[in-house]
């Protein structure tokens, strides 16, 4: 069974309203603040939250995958390093992210992370093991396409921050 990734599996069932009633003790967007307060989210989750005024207790299999992300480590993934290029054409813009990942049993991909009226922000993620894998870092290249229509600014969201190609 896949180990939970907090960017994957619980980010992704805290919704907007969910952060915006927390924002005063903690933020639940934050993978440091949920860390710290996973037993108390956990307890609040067991018992009458998020209340049925606002849509109801999240069901059993969430909080399952919860406490299953917690004890198992509370993984998350980590912002990878890459060269970047941007290629425009006729039929498409690529996005394109080469590299070695840091260490064997690594995995990655370049995904979009956000978009507004003028610009795309990319973020390349690597996913660490579950325990160490012997043998030689691979080498990656992925890709991202769209239409060549879309003329707004392309960022990346890399483990050097928010930059453009």
């Given at each position: 069974?896949?180990?939970?990734?907090?960017?994957?599996?619980?980010r992704?069932?805290?919704r907007?309203t969910?952060?915006?009633?927390?924002?005063?003790?903690?933020?639940?967007?934050?993978y440091?603040?949920?860390?710290a307060?996973?037993?108390?989210?956990?307890?609040?989750l067991?018992?009458d939250?998020?209340?049925?005024?606002?849509?109801?207790p999240?069901?059993?299999e969430?909080i399952?995958?919860f406490r299953?992300?917690?004890?198992?480590?509370?993984k998350?993934?980590e912002f990878?390093?890459?060269?970047f290029?941007v290629?425009r054409s006729?039929?498409?813009?690529t996005v394109?992210a080469?590299?070695t990942?840091?260490a064997?049993?690594?995995t990655?991909?370049?995904q979009l992370?956000s978009?507004t009226?003028t610009a795309?922000?990319y973020v390349?993620?690597?996913?660490?093991?579950?325990a160490?894998?012997?043998?030689?870092?691979?080498?990656f290249?992925f890709?991202?396409?769209y239409?060549?229509?879309?003329n707004?600014?392309?960022?990346?969201?890399?483990s050097?921050?928010?930059?453009?190609?």
């Amino acid at each position: 069974m896949r180990t939970p990734v907090y960017e994957l599996h619980i980010r992704p069932m805290f919704r907007a309203t969910d952060r915006d009633h927390m924002g005063v003790a903690f933020d639940l967007w934050t993978y440091e603040d949920v860390v710290a307060h996973a037993d108390q989210i956990l307890d609040r989750l067991g018992a009458d939250m998020p209340p049925v005024s606002l849509g109801g207790p999240w069901p059993q299999e969430w909080i399952d995958l919860f406490r299953r992300w917690k004890d198992s480590g509370l993984k998350r993934l980590e912002f990878g390093t890459a060269q970047f290029t941007v290629t425009r054409s006729a039929s498409e813009v690529t996005v394109k992210a080469t590299g070695t990942f840091p260490a064997a049993g690594f995995t990655g991909w370049l995904q979009l992370e956000s978009e507004t009226d003028t610009a795309k922000t990319y973020v390349l993620y690597f996913e660490p093991p579950d325990a160490p894998t012997a043998g030689t870092a691979e080498e990656f290249e992925f890709k991202e396409q769209y239409s060549p229509s879309d003329n707004r600014a392309v960022f990346i969201h890399d483990s050097t921050g928010i930059t453009q190609p």
